[in-house]
């Protein structure tokens, strides 16, 4: 039976989780290459659409944050070691997915965006919403922006990827 067809508390809350790479990482990492893309000037109305696609899915984010905070307090068995492996291993497999397609769909074509941008970004991303959620910083896959935390978070705010928003 697939999870959702199961809706246990322990599954509710692993949809929670899905829910901050859906929002947080897929689309963000979307939301990254029409940005790139209007910094030269191109799609610069697919552009503005998605600042207000963005500005709605920002609430979503934070909604579902609050929500796995609250049931992280009030309902602390149901984090479990078994559970917050499968959460590492969901995001881990979240930013190897996004990974491949961002390369596959950009083809090095964008200027401003290599494979390796975008791979990092996408890393940066998971750490963060990892970390919105209290599971910061294990360092499983992310070594290179842990070391360089700082340095990473400034440069993609430079460049423009987090766009006007903050989460
Ligand atoms: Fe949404």
């Known amino acids: ?18 829910n901050q790479i859906l929002e947080g990482i897929y689309f963000y990492s979307g939301f990254a290459y029409i940005y790139t893309l209007a910094r030269s000037g191109k799609m610069l109305g697919s552009a503005q659409m998605i600042r207000f696609i963005q500005r709605d ?10 929500m796995i905070k609250s049931t992280r307090r009030e ?4 984090f479990t070691k078994e559970l917050i492996d499968e959460v590492y291993d969901m995001f881990r497999e979240a930013v190897e997915l996004e990974s491949s397609w961002g390369k596959y ?16 970004y996408i ?8 970390k919105a959620i209290g599971f910061a910083n294990k360092g499983f896959w992310i070594k290179g922006l842990i070391i360089g935390g700082l340095e990473t978070n400034s440069k993609f705010r430079n460049w423009g990827l987090e766009g006007k928003l903050s989460s």
């Open 1 to 18: 039976m697939r999870s959702w067809q199961n809706p246990t508390d322990n599954n509710i809350l692993k949809a929670m989780f899905a």
């Open 57 to 66: 899915e920002v609430t979503h984010l934070i909604l579902f944050q609050n």
């Open 75 to 78: 309902r602390p068995e149901l």
């Open 105 to 120: 769909i950009t083809q090095g074509q964008i200027l401003g965006l290599t494979d390796s941008i975008i791979e990092q």
């Open 123 to 130: 890393q940066y991303l998971a750490d963060k919403r990892l």
